[in-house]
């Protein structure tokens, strides 16, 4: 009976032994295991308007520049942020937002603008919640001149690995062109739903705007804004009305104005292109990369964790076999967080080559010099500053063109 309870014990012994090999042999595989992520990308095209849509109703579109979220970081590795890449991004998004708004056939003039002084009928804002190559995700706001807000709407895309492959072109799609075409479809859907009557109104108010901001008293009573910020028109300047013709060659300055803007936006786009493809690109292969090591590291540490109670509770026991199994699962989840530590370590790495992309970036996104009429002007992050000189340049003329006092032209 004697021997047959010992047989137990060692045969209870071996198998201990053996369970403890098994979460060291499970330990080291799940470190080792890798997960693959497998994303579809959906290209979606423009939507154009066939309608022929009548002159009095073509609405003009002015997309601000965006938000580049820099006061609001994500405390992620995963989502480095660049101050410089950003602040060159919220221009860049822009214009390729308008070029998709320009195929859908279905506005008047699109422009990139600097800043909330130009009036125009449709405006658009946006904020860059995150764009690291793999993920671009926005925040976009439309809204009337009349002050009715069309929609606010989170744009996500992902772009494949096959967006940046050697063999696509320069002039190839843009890796998240299909996400600026949804935002222009949804507008384009919107603006179907409104009737004529409306569109009307909307250029109305967007004219009066502007002449309010040139001559608020001349203009003060006819238009009346109510305490939730929506305009409503309370009454109409005669239709030969003076002050209003002068109202209307101002703006169409102002307009000529804003087009040569889109000349520095248009060469600035140019210029980034390649190096924002490029580290594009490679913030995407860096972002895979971290991702992985990340799991990887996390995986290891987790492993090793496990298999180092496993070794302590088996080192405890009265059996030699037990014993010697747990000091051996104590060793191998010790290499297993040392190896996780050391993942970490090689992310680190990685998230300061992203950071030497951002730097590399931001030496090739120098300001851009231009020729406006009678001058040479710098355009570079302070072209929102150029524009307000341009303003206070238009309330001068319209001030000697009309006679009137500087306390009444005056520009909001």
């Known amino acids: 009976m004697k021997a047959s309870f010992q047989q137990i014990g060692q045969h209870s012994s071996h198998s201990t032994g053996l369970r403890l090999l098994a979460i060291i042999g499970l330990a080291i595989g799940l470190a080792g295991c890798a997960s693959n992520v497998i994303k579809s990308t959906e290209y979606v095209p423009v939507v154009q308007e066939t309608a022929e849509i009548p002159e009095s109703e073509l609405l003009d579109v002015g997309i601000h520049i965006f938000d580049p979220n820099l006061d609001n970081p994500v405390d992620d590795d995963e989502r480095m942020l660049f101050p410089e890449v950003r602040k060159a991004e919220s221009r860049f998004i822009p214009y390729q937002l308008m070029a998709s708004l320009q195929k859908s056939s279905a506005w008047g003039a699109v422009r990139v603008i600097p800043n909330q002084q130009s009036s125009v009928d449709v405006n658009v804002e946006g904020k860059i919640l995150q764009s690291d190559g793999e993920q671009l995700l926005l925040l976009v706001t439309v809204r009337d001149a009349t002050g009715s807000v069309w929609f606010e709407k989170e744009y996500e895309a992902l772009a494949s690995k096959y967006a940046y492959t050697a063999d696509r072109g320069y002039n190839a799609p843009d890796p998240f062109q299909g996400l600026y075409n949804r935002i222009a479809n949804d507008m384009l859907a919107y603006r179907r739903q409104q009737p004529s009557s409306e569109l009307l109104r909307i250029r109305t108010v967007a004219e009066l705007k502007f002449a309010q901001n040139f001559s608020p008293t001349a203009f003060s009573e006819h238009l009346k804004q109510s305490d939730q910020g ?183």
């Open 230 to 412: 929506t305009y409503s028109i309370q009454r109409l300047p005669a239709d030969n009305d003076p002050m209003m013709e002068r109202i209307r060659l101002i703006r169409e300055r102002d307009y000529l104005f804003v087009d040569t803007l889109q000349d520095y936006y248009g060469t600035f786009v140019k210029e980034m292109q390649g190096s924002y493809q490029e580290w594009r690109k490679m913030s995407y292969d860096e972002v895979m990369a971290l991702r992985e090591l990340k799991r990887d590291a996390r995986n290891r540490t987790i492993a090793g964790i496990a298999s180092i109670i496993a070794g302590v509770a088996a080192a405890g026991s009265d059996n030699g076999s037990s014993r010697a199994a747990g000091s051996v699962a104590v060793a191998a989840g010790g290499y297993l967080i040392k190896s996780g530590f050391d993942k970490r370590a090689e992310s680190q790495m990685h998230i300061e080559a992203l950071m030497e992309l951002g730097d590399s970036l931001e030496a090739d996104i120098e300001p851009q010099v231009i020729e406006l009429e009678d001058r040479t002007i710098t355009l570079s992050g302070s072209v929102e500053n150029q524009y307000e000189q341009w303003r206070q340049l238009l309330q001068e003329i319209y001030r000697i063109d009309t006679g009137i006092s500087a306390a009444d032209a005056n520009v909001n």
